[in-house]
Nanobody, 114 residues
Framework: AQLVESGGGLAQPGGSLRLSCTTS????????TGWYRQAPGKQRELVAT???????NYEDSVKGRFTISRDNAKNTVELQMDTLKSEDTGVYYC?????????WGQGIQVTVSS
């Protein structure tokens, strides 16, 4: 299985970025999937998840600013990040889980700075 993130980079506070994760080698449609992030010196934390039934869950600090979506036909999950803040800076990881099986992407850097 492979999960490959794209779309990270540098954004200014108040700006937007869109992350995309392309998966292969898994039956993506049955997986719960989503995004985690890890800021420097901090533990990895959940950002947003979406189930196979399109039920979403967000970490409190991103509610109303981030939107997660999935496209089962393309085996992708995306994260639209708006009104970015400096505290959103970190490495963002794509994640997919089915039953006891977890898969992770390699991570992509997101930096929010003026």
């Amino acid at each position: 299985a492979q999960l490959v993130e794209s779309g990270g980079g540098l954004a200014q506070p108040g700006g937007s970025l869109r992350l995309s994760c392309t998966t292969s080698g898994i039956q993506f449609a049955v997986y719960t999937t989503g995004w985690y992030r890890q800021a420097p010196g901090k533990q990895r934390e959940l950002v947003a998840t979406i189930t196979q039934d399109n039920i979403t869950n967000y970490e409190d600090s991103v509610k109303g600013r981030f939107t997660i979506s999935r496209d089962n036909a393309k085996n992708t999950v995306e994260l639209q990040m708006d009104t970015l803040k400096s505290e959103d800076t970190g490495v963002y990881y794509c994640w997919a889980k089915w039953w006891r099986i977890d898969y992770w992407g390699q991570g992509i850097q997101v930096t929010v700075s003026s």
